[in-house]
């Protein structure tokens, strides 16, 4: 009998102890200071050397508890249902708080809070995984990131591979006078179905270099909209503030894509889809290079020349001028040319781009960009923009080489909606190298009456060729035919024989969406079909 109960206290403890092992996780993540997992309907906050902290069938307080003690921080894979009390989660200075990447958190429905606070005493904290979305019904009145302005700062922080379905903002900053949020960065954060997805707001005065928003970046971020969706970015503010690679996809029409406040300066937009549409520039200083930028990228001879390698860099930098206008200055080593007034005349080679200085200065500058309007000897007009200084004055390189059109080019300048000047430029070709007209691929066009016609070919075979509708090899015939009817000229031996298929990169045909919903004019286009054919990526069969 002794012997039958001492198995049977055995048989108890070991099952005990394995129930109590188990509870405590079975090979969880051990290089954290804190443990956050659940089992068994509970969730568990626990310290791999002492064991167990707390439990609780909630996982707020448990989550809580775990942000309490600060340093590493790791939360295990699971649902982690938060109740209908959650308040948010705030971080302190120097946690890293790591989500498995199979971390599910659900906020209840209605929430109105947000889900993480990086405010007072958050710096050097790392925060990174897991997937947050709001259970049914979907209210959208929550905010995933809220980076909240104090006094000391909000600063050196990093976010990164975190996902937020359902919310009202995806990454708030948030901030009053005295208070500042600098240096943080964003990687790699995704947004489904959101409002609004990054928003600067700041109240009361605004004190350069003593608050606000400053250096922050964001960087390789995807945002999918919905029919709900208000603002990509909004209201960028303050200093140096960098978007890398940040992308908004399906705006509805009313959306804006992102604006930059007045109080913005050197904001910098390089690459993703920020400023495709209803993009306002109010801010000083901005650098955009963006992918759907029409304005700057599609339209800018710099960009087209640096693409080229025809741009030549800039040798006499004219001094700025003392009164409101638009001027323009010849280079120092062409000879055979003039200015005079707003008039100006040179002749163009095949051998040396020439590079016009087109400057000017307002004298009520608030920020943004002067737009220039360039009217060609064909009629065709191009926008630019010439980004403002503090001071009130721009500049913007004009190139000119052995493809520009000769003849008359008409410049106009608009600011904040008036009128700053005119000028006017007569482009003829050098007698001792005639221009190759044969290469003017993309300024060739066929007679008036045909326009139309080819217009709506080109657009409609374009957009059925974007949607898939029909083959690389069926619009490969429609640039063969652009080909034979001199709207495109095959200047090159890239071509392939009848019995190859057409090459068309596949990347390609975002270009033919964009074209076809006007986010690039068809002069562009066809340059482009022009620059791939040139350079052998677009193969055509010959003819």
């Not at 005493?121 to 990131?145: D, F, H, L």
């Not at 000897?377 to 926008?383: E, I, R, S, T």
């Not at 923009?385 to 000769?406: C, E």
């Not at 919903?517 to 002069?523: F, R, T, Y």
């Amino acid at each position: 009998m002794k012997i039958l109960i001492a198995v049977i206290v055995l048989l108890m403890s070991s099952t005990f102890l394995f129930t109590q092992s188990f509870a405590q996780g079975v090979d969880l993540t051990n290089d954290f200071g804190t443990i956050v997992y659940q089992f068994n309907g509970l969730y568990y906050v626990k310290d791999p050397l002492t064991g167990i902290i707390a439990s609780s069938d909630t996982p707020d307080g448990i989550i809580k508890t775990a942000l309490g003690r600060g340093g590493e921080i790791y939360i295990e894979g699971g649902s982690y249902h938060l109740s209908k009390n959650f308040a948010g989660f705030d971080l302190k200075y120097g946690t890293h708080l790591k989500l498995a990447q199979d971390t599910y958190m659900t906020v209840p429905s209605g929430y109105s809070g947000y889900v993480f606070r990086l405010g007072v005493g958050a710096a050097q904290c790392v925060v990174e995984g897991g997937s947050i979305y709001e259970v049914s019904p979907i209210k959208r009145n929550w905010i995933g990131i809220m980076m909240q302005g104090n006094k000391n700062g909000v600063f050196f922080n990093l976010l990164q591979n975190m996902v937020f379905t359902y919310p009202n903002i995806v990454i708030d900053f948030n901030a009053t006078t005295g208070q500042w949020i600098n240096a943080n960065t964003f990687v790699n954060i995704k947004g489904e179905n959101f409002v609004r997805g990054i928003e600067f707001d700041f109240n009361g005065k605004y004190t350069p270099g003593a608050d606000g928003f400053n250096g922050n970046t964001f960087r390789d971020m995807q945002f999918q909209s919905g029919p709900m969706t208000t603002y990509g970015v909004k209201d960028v503010k303050h200093k140096y503030n960098a978007f890398y690679n940040v992308q908004f996809w399906d705006l509805p029409d009313s959306a804006i894509s992102s604006n930059i406040d007045q109080l913005a300066v050197n904001t910098i937009i390089i690459g993703g889809q920020m400023t495709y549409q209803g993009f306002v520039d109010n801010g000083i200083n901005t650098l955009v290079l963006d992918s759907r930028h029409n304005s700057f990228l599609s339209n800018s001879t710099l960009v087209s020349g640096i693409i080229k390698g025809t741009y030549q860099p800039q040798v006499n930098v004219p001094a700025s001028p003392s009164n409101q206008g638009l001027n323009m200055s010849l280079p120092q080593q062409l000879t055979a040319g003039f200015v005079k007034g707003n008039h100006a005349q040179f002749a163009i080679s095949q051998q040396i781009p020439i590079d016009i200085n087109i400057y000017g200065k307002v004298n009520t500058p608030r920020g943004g960009s002067v737009i220039l309007y360039i009217t060609g000897p064909d009629g065709v007009v191009a926008q630019n923009q010439a980004y403002i200084s503090s001071d009130g004055t721009f500049y913007y390189p004009l190139i000119f080489d052995r493809n520009s059109l000769t003849g008359q080019y008409k410049i106009n300048g608009l600011y904040q909606n008036s009128n700053i000047g005119s000028l006017f430029i007569n482009v003829t070709s050098d007698p001792a190298s005639p221009i190759d007209t044969s290469s003017k691929s993309t300024m060739t066009v066929p007679t008036p009456d045909s326009n139309e016609t080819l217009s709506a070919r080109i657009n409609n075979d374009a957009k059925l060729w974007f949607e898939g509708k029909i083959s690389d090899d069926t619009f490969g015939n429609t640039i063969q035919y652009l080909i034979n009817t001199g709207i495109i000229k095959m200047e090159n031996k890239n071509s392939i024989s009848l019995d190859q298929s057409v090459h068309i990169p596949t990347w390609f045909k975002n270009n033919a969406g964009w074209f076809t919903d006007g986010q690039i004019s068809e002069n562009d286009f066809i340059s482009e079909i022009q620059y791939l054919l040139k350079n052998g990526m677009l193969l055509i069969p010959s003819q």
